[in-house]
């Protein structure tokens, strides 16, 4: 028997590299399938996962510390601030946020125009924190607890505190890179008590 020469059976010189529609259709089948179990893993609630994620809500001083207790992290807040309301929300990837709303600003506001504190849970964040610090365009400094603060030139609003063997980091936000570098170096910056 000899192998069949190029062109020759069925499908002929015009067919050769296509695959009969049924396989075709049976592919696309197959990677629809599996882009749809790939959306499901993502999205799906089994209801036994993350305690995680409340709504923008008015958090006294008391509600910070009781939320904190709660909490399997300390969730880091800059004291208290008279004439202020403690705006308090979590993601459902267990981010937490405190904003300090002056008087008149309404729970929820969208505007990015408040010093927020955010504590993440972050594996490893003092390690990334200090890779992230050797980059050009990025600042370095040491805080009290052997922590660093890490500020990037390209958002110099955001700092970022680390502390050695924790597995969370801190942002201080505020729309002022100034005043975000120094409160986030102030030694305030702490968890609720």
Same mark, same amino acid.
């Given at each position: ?51 995680? !994620? &409340?709504?923008? /809500?008015?958090? $006294? ?13 300390? @969730? %880091? ?59 050009? !365009? &990025?600042?370095? /400094?040491?805080? $009290? ?13 955001? @700092? %970022? ?33």
């Amino acid at each position: 028997m000899t192998d069949p020469t190029p062109g020759s059976g069925s499908a002929g010189a015009a067919g050769r590299g296509r695959l009969p529609a049924n396989i075709r259709i049976g592919a696309v089948l197959a990677v629809a399938a599996a882009a749809a179990v790939i959306v499901w893993l993502i999205v799906k609630d089994d209801g036994g996962g993350s305690k995680c !994620g &409340t709504a923008a /809500r008015a958090a $006294a001083p008391r509600d910070l510390r009781a939320f904190a207790e709660s909490e399997s992290i300390p @969730v %880091y807040w800059a004291g208290p601030r008279p004439g202020f309301t403690y705006e308090l929300t979590e993601t459902a990837k267990c981010n937490v946020y405190i904003r300090y709303l002056p008087s008149g600003v309404e729970i929820g506001d969208r505007r990015p125009d408040y010093t927020t504190i955010g504590t993440y849970p972050y594996k490893n964040a003092y390690s990334t924190l200090q890779a992230l610090g050797t980059r050009t !365009g &990025t600042r370095v /400094r040491r805080v $009290a607890g052997g922590g660093i603060v890490v500020v990037s030139s390209q958002s110099p609003k955001s @700092v %970022y505190l680390g502390f050695p063997g924790q597995d969370y980091q801190v942002e201080v936000y505020d729309p002022s890179a100034r005043r975000a570098l120094r409160l986030a170096t102030s030694g305030r910056v702490r968890p609720v008590p």
